[in-house]
Every structure is written in structure tokens, then in C-alpha cells.
């Protein structure tokens, strides 16, 4: 279940230049690459002649040369040239996908390029914000990428999965609070005079026992940020403490694989380079215990003979409330886009 009026990221700013480069995402294909201007386009990489994909072909100019029979595609996917022809059919042309690229990454509009609305995307620009240090990176996960939205909306796992790093039982023993805000889940846990987690630690040395505040933020279709706060107990002043976003995008690649972008961006010791090393680090091995996780549960779940329906506790509240979300956008967008689609087939 994938809705598809929604921005995915389609890859770091960094990873698209001057070559053809293929991503899947929500099981369609797409070719991404740089114009000579450094503007990104998408074109599904599926030539329309005969489905040979372009990414294979060639980057001419600002053009997309496939590499079977040689037609070429523009940026808007419109054919400029057919080998030995002048005449273009009409439907002769590779469907392009909106782009927008911010905050370090590459975003696409996977629905009716119409509804495209820059407003919708998830507020993210602690990416980049001055004053701000982000480190990250993206994980492939061969898992749906609902898992993985369930697994940032409930963090009591970080007790069980994340003992070395960011959990302790401070965690589990605390409980949630959350509320539905339109199309937004959020969820808030505040931990009151509790031993800091291991990482919190060794990024920011405390004396005694802290306060910590996870404040947790879902956007549609698969956008999760997290306000993480420590500070020592009974202080309020952030300056005294260690403060980040755990910032989270998952871009379905079809129904049981993932990829998991990726960041922490922090506003204190912005110069310590060794010490965003040392955070990247222990992040990265933070989510690969999850991935461990995530990816047999993916497979426990397909194999399930029973298909018996699971069964949610009180700390499933979010991460329940964002699939309802999903769900609903899903079914509502997706009948848009078949409506629209038909009518340009009646036409
Ligand atoms: S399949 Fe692309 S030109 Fe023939
Ligand atoms: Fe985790």
C-alpha cells in the first residue's frame, strides 16, 4: 500500500550528477541525472518503445539517449529524436516525475505531477540550517517500509534493541503521550531524572541523572523526525545539555524493500569533527540492530500461515494512528490518480 500523491526521497543531493542513475521507488522504476545547469530530473526509466530501460542508455547534453534503438528523451521526457524518422508519435514520450531538492536531499513526487505541492514536504531543514551539524547516510532494508515507520513511532524498543547506545529502561518505564494533527502523528515521551543512555554519555559527559525528551513527529507517506533532549534533571537551558534530530525518511522500493535515509543533526560542539564521527558511528550501529530486527520480522511475517491479526498495546498508539493515515491517503489518493489517468486514456 503505497500512496502515491506524496514526496519520497529519491537520494542524497550528493549522489546525483552528470551520469544515468536508477531508483525504484514504490515499485517504479526511475532514471535520475544533472542537467548541464545542475537542475535534477526524473524520467521513468522505462523507455516507451519498448520498455528497454534508460538508464542503460546515454546522457547527451540534457537529453537521455536510450541504448537499444537509440530514441532520445528531453528533460520533460518529450522524444526529440527517432533514428531514421522524423515523424514523432504522440505517445511516444517517457513520463517525468516532479523534483524539488532541499536539505541535502533529492525529493520526487511519485503521483499526478498537478497536485505536486512543495508545501507538503516534511520540515526537514535542520539538515542544513546554520547552527546545525548533520551526519548520515542510507541503509537498504529488505523490509516494508511501514516497519520501519512503526519502529520510529515506538521507541520502547530502544530498551530491548539499543542497550549499548540510546536505551535503558528509563525508556520503557516512562509512558507516552500522543496526538493525531491532521495528516501528522505525534508522540512525545519525557523521562524524568533517569541515568543518561550510554551514547548521551560519551557525546556530552553529565554528572547525575538527566531529564530526556524524545519528541516524535510522522509526516506522510514516511517522514519521521525526533527532537532527542537531555539535560541534567531540573535544568531547562539546552546550552547545559545535548540536543539533536534523529531525522528519518523511508523510501519504499516495493512492497518488502526499503531505503533508509538517514541523519543526526545536533547544535552543540559544531566543530568537534571527531565527535561526528564518533556519533555517525554509533548511530549507524544503532540502525543496523533494527535492520536485524526489521528484516526477520519481514520475513516471520510472510511466512505466517495463520495470517491471524496482530495484536497492539497502549505504546503502538502512534505508530497505529500513521498507518490509519497511510491507509486512508492510500486509498484516497491513489482513486485520484487511477481518475485522472482514465480520462487522459478517454480523451
Ligand atoms: S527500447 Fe528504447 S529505443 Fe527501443
Ligand atoms: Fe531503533
Known amino acids: 500500500m503505497f500512496i502515491k500523491n506524496g514526496w519520497y526521497v529519491a537520494a542524497w543531493g550528493n549522489e546525483i550528477g552528470r551520469e544515468l542513475t536508477q531508483r525504484w521507488i514504490i515499485g517504479e522504476p526511475l ?31 540534457d537529453t537521455v539517449q536510450c541504448g537499444y534503438h537509440g530514441i532520445t528523451f528531453d528533460c520533460s521526457g518529450s522524444c526529440v529524436r527517432i533514428p531514421g524518422q522524423d515523424k514523432v508519435p504522440p505517445a ?63 521507541l520502547t524498543h530502544e530498551t530491548y534493541v539499543h ?39 560519551r557525546a556530552h559527559p553529565f554528572e547525575g541523572n538527566i531529564d530526556r525528551w524524545q519528541i516524535i513527529r510522522f509526516h506522510m507517506p514516511a517522514h519521521i523526525s525526533i527532537d532527542a533532549r537531555g539535560l541534567p534533571t531540573g535544568t531547562t537551558d539546552i546550552a547545559g545539555g545535548l540536543r539533536w534530530f534523529s531525522i528519518n525518511s523511508i523510501t519504499p522500493v516495493d512492497e518488502r524493500n526499503s531505503l533508509y535515509y538517514w541523519t543526526i543533526t545536533r547544535c552543540f560542539a559544531l566543530e568537534d569533527k571527531g565527535l561526528t564521527q564518533m556519533i555517525s558511528d554509533q548511530i549507524l550501529k544503532t540502525f543496523l540492530e533494527d535492520v536485524d530486527i526489521l528484516e526477520a520480522q519481514q520475513v516471520m511475517i510472510e511466512t505466517d500461515p495463520r495470517g491471524l491479526p496482530e495484536v497492539s498495546v497502549r505504546a503502538d498508539s502512534g505508530s497505529v494512528s500513521a498507518r490509519r493515515i497511510v491507509a486512508r491517503l492510500a486509498e484516497e489518493t491513489n482513486r485520484a490518480v487511477v481518475e485522472q489517468a482514465t480520462s487522459e486514456v478517454a480523451q
Open 163 to 201: 542497550g549499548k547506545t540510546i536505551g535503558n529502561s528509563a525508556i520503557v518505564e516512562t509512558p507516552i503521550s500522543y496526538r493525531v494533527e491532521g495528516n501528522e502523528v505525534h508522540v512525545e515521551r519525557i523521562i524524568r531524572n533517569a541515568l543518561p543512555p550510554p551514547l548521551f554519555q
Open 92 to 154: 511516444m514520450a517517457a513520463r517525468s516525475y516532479p523534483i524539488v531538492e532541499k536539505w541535502k536531499w533529492i525529493w520526487v513526487w511519485m503521483g499526478d505531477p498537478a497536485a505536486a505541492d512543495e508545501s507538503l514536504l516534511p520540515d526537514f531543514h535542520y539538515n542544513d540550517a546554520p547552527g546545525w551539524v548533520a551526519t548520515g547516510g542510507c541503509l537498504p532494508v529488505k523490509a516494508n517500509y511501514q516497519l520501519l515507520t512503526d519502529n520510529l513511532l515506538d
Open 31 to 61: 532514471v535520475l541525472y544533472r542537467t548541464e545547469a545542475g537542475k535534477v530530473v526524473a524520467l521513468e526509466d522505462r523507455c516507451p518503445h519498448r520498455r528497454a530501460s534508460l538508464s542503460k542508455g546515454q546522457l547527451i547534453g
